[in-house]
């Protein structure tokens, strides 16, 4: 059994050579059109699901303070 520790640090890093794909930039265009019809569609989702469960809160309330009035 070997007890490597700190002795045996390497401290050689290696790196790839291949920078072919990296050092492209991407040649993608973006519908920003697109982008807010997609961000208004979930703000929409978020906002009907809040809007739901404030209802459901409002009712509960109401109906718990219905029943404690009697």
Request: a positive charge.
């Amino acid at each position: 059994m070997k007890n490597k520790g700190f002795t045996d640090l390497n401290t050689e890093i290696e790196t790839p050579n291949d920078f072919s794909e990296a050092g492209k930039p991407l040649k993608r265009r973006v519908d920003i059109n697109l982008l807010k019809s997609k961000l208004q569609e979930t703000e929409s989702r978020e906002f009907k699901k809040n809007l739901i469960i404030l209802i459901l809160l409002f009712t509960m309330l109401g109906v718990l303070g219905i029943n404690l009035s009697l």
